[in-house]
């Protein structure tokens, strides 16, 4: 069965300072990878995905996320976070597409002045 | 064009009682999608409805059941209600099973 870890429930950051979010997975095959996104008081929104070729994926409001499979990571990453970015992003794999979609727990973003 | 929408945005109820859940998806989508998100667990997959059928369901109890109409409207419908089914639950609808999940706002169910 897959898996996914986020290690980091809480992480606080300067706004313009660089951002990385951490998620490791677990599943036997080449995995669908996913992050999303969700305000305070919303439902989720798809930041990007990675289901085959390149293994640096490009996403919206400026987010990349790099596979690696050697690691079993899947880290998101945006070099200048704004204000606006703070919420709660999660990472998810899936066995085939957008079916059978396995969340983790979720990372909260705070980004302070 | 209108997102997916779920009703009602809050809910309340007692032990025991039972809870339903709506979802209106994205126009021409086929695919709903029902999660449970539960304060320190994260998002939990709960069923897939497709076509009318359902087509698959997490690890949850039975006293959890949902439907999809000819619309493609769904509800997921708590029977027997406990403490522990507190949780956010959104809807999320799909063009089919092969393209992006689109997210409602969720109906926040309190169980006092």
């Known amino acids: 069965a897959q898996s996914v870890t986020q290690p980091d429930i809480h992480i606080t950051v300067s706004e313009g300072a660089s951002l990385e979010l951490r998620c490791n997975y677990s599943?036997?095959?080449?995995?669908?990878l996913f992050w999303y996104v969700q305000s305070p008081g919303q439902g989720l929104q798809l930041l990007l995905k990675?289901?085959?070729?390149?293994?640096l994926v490009q996403g919206i409001k400026g987010f990349e996320a790099e596979f690696k499979r050697s690691q079993s990571s899947f880290n998101l990453r945006k070099p200048s976070v704004h204000w606006s970015d703070a919420a709660e992003y999660f990472c998810?794999?899936?066995?085939?597409?957008?079916?059978?979609?396995?969340f983790g727990i979720g990372t909260k973003l705070q980004v302070i002045p | 064009e209108a997102g997916v929408t779920q009703s009602p945005t809050h809910l309340i109820k007692t032990r025991g009682q039972q809870a339903t859940l709506r979802c209106s998806p994205i126009?021409?989508?086929?695919?709903v999608y029902w999660y449970q998100q539960a304060l320190g667990l994260g998002l939990q997959f709960l069923l897939w409805?497709?076509?009318?059928?359902?087509?698959n369901r997490g690890n949850f109890p039975p006293r959890f059941s949902g439907r999809q109409f000819p619309n493609y409207s769904s509800e997921l419908n708590v029977n027997a209600l406990e403490l522990e089914d507190s949780a956010l639950y959104l809807c999320?609808?799909?063009?089919?099973?092969?393209?992006?999940?689109?997210f409602g706002d969720g109906t926040r169910l309190s169980i006092l």
């Open positions: 999320a609808s799909s063009l089919d099973r092969d393209q992006p999940q689109h």
């Open positions: 599943y036997g095959a080449t995995p669908y």
């Open positions: 990675y289901f085959s070729g390149d293994t």
């Open positions: 998810a794999v899936g066995a085939g597409g957008y079916q059978k979609v396995t």
């Open positions: 126009s021409g989508h086929t695919s």
């Open positions: 409805y497709d076509e009318g059928e359902e087509r």
